[in-house]
């Protein structure tokens, strides 16, 4: 049966309907409606002639007019929102993300806020005049507080990568500063004492629990962080290169480098490369990046485990649909040291520059 017509004068076909269904299977259109939302007391036979009717007329549900008919109006999807869908780590999260819930038959709107929380509030906004039945989102600025009408509305939150700020709500999270300070210990093992940190804006969470480790790890070694070497508020790789190009340029210079995110990462290694200093700067890197093993050096990483993360928070955003009055919980995930080669590169004093290589 092909598509059904619109009324005589339209040329357009319109979508069918469920009591199409109804009527091609020759059942009444709350049997069809049973089926569809796979309720039992069906017969096998009439099931399987509804399914065939379905995909005979091609037959699409409308989710929102589904929900509006539903006693809890759930729509069978989620708004996720991270900075920018085209970094690594949020497409990884985003991945996750989209398993855990296709495997519970849920769509996933997924935005990126660009690191901007009017962005961020805007997108929050659009996913739920789309009624997702909830949010996961990696939050942006000094002030979540204006999710709690969403919660009010029925829309549980769920923080991650990051706490959100002004609410309390799920967050999943990393051992950022545990991470960072193993790093540190790592390089110091190698003779190093002379060691750099790059980082995003330290209002960033991330940036701050980072930055916390490295000083802390730092202090143990007797000496502490030399102000110079411990630079932030670096948003992309052209603004981290510029920022390696002058640690190196120095006196003395750090012998070894620690880079907060894999944007630095990335302006961090073409520095090292232009200055020729790429065998003799240790360099260790917060987040795997795709190819860090062929680098030569091969990159020694603190790793997430990304897709544990995005996973968790998937996990505890459906358990606070199923339960609404538990307690909030901070789930926070061990990070890995992953030795390659540029994290084990012994302190020289000092690492001269060979620009023009």
């Known amino acids: 049966m092909p598509p059904v017509p ?3 004068g339209d040329g357009s076909m319109r979508a069918p309907t469920i009591k199409d269904v109804a009527e ?9 409606s049973r089926v569809l939302n796979d309720e039992p007391n069906v017969r096998p036979e009439t099931r399987e002639r509804i399914l065939a009717a379905v995909a005979e007329l091609g037959y699409r549900r409308n989710s929102i007019a589904s929900s509006i008919r539903r006693r809890d109006q759930r729509t069978s999807s989620i708004g996720l929102i991270v900075e920018d869908l085209a970094n690594p780590f ?8 989209q398993d855990y819930a296709l495997e519970r038959q849920h769509l996933v709107l997924v935005g990126s806020s660009d690191g901007v929380p009017e962005r961020e509030s805007d997108l929050v906004a659009e996913f ?6 909830g949010l996961i989102l990696v939050p942006n600025g000094t002030d979540q507080s204006y999710l709690e009408i969403e919660r009010a509305h029925g829309i549980p939150v769920v923080f991650v990568d990051r706490p959100g700020r002004g609410i309390e709500a799920d967050t999943v999270i990393s051992e950022n500063a545990l991470g960072v300070a193993e790093a540190v210990r790592h390089l110091a093992a190698f003779g190093h004492t002379r060691i750099a940190f790059l980082g995003d804006l330290p209002t960033i969470h991330t940036t701050e629990r980072r930055l916390a480790g490295f000083r802390t790890a730092m202090a143990e070694l007797g000496t502490g962080p030399d102000p110079r070497h411990v630079r932030t ?11 390696a190009v002058e640690l190196f340029g120095l006196d003395p210079a750090p012998t070894a480098l620690i880079c907060g995110n894999n944007l630095i990462t990335i302006g961090a290694v073409h520095a090292l490369q232009h200055l020729g200093l790429r065998d003799r700067v240790a ?4 987040d795997d990046l795709e190819l860090a ?5 091969a990159l ?4 997430q485990d990304t897709a544990a993360i995005g996973t968790s928070a998937a996990r505890a955003l459906f358990e606070r649909l199923q339960d609404p009055a538990a307690p909030y919980r901070r789930i926070s995930l061990p990070v890995r040291l992953i030795p390659r080669s540029s994290g084990e590169i012994r302190a020289s004093d000092p690492p001269e520059p060979r620009t023009g290589d």
Do not use: H
């Open 6 to 8: 619109n009324p005589p």
């Open 24 to 32: 091609l299977a020759g059942v009444g259109f709350k049997t069809v």
């Open 90 to 97: 949020a497409s990884s999260l985003t991945r996750a993300v």
């Open 128 to 133: 739920s005049a789309r009624r997702v039945d």
């Open 233 to 243: 508020g670096l948003r992309d790789g052209d603004r981290a290169y510029r920022a």
């Open 283 to 286: 360099f260790i890197a917060f």
């Open 293 to 297: 093993d062929l680098l030569r050096p």
């Open 300 to 303: 020694t990483v603190i790793a």
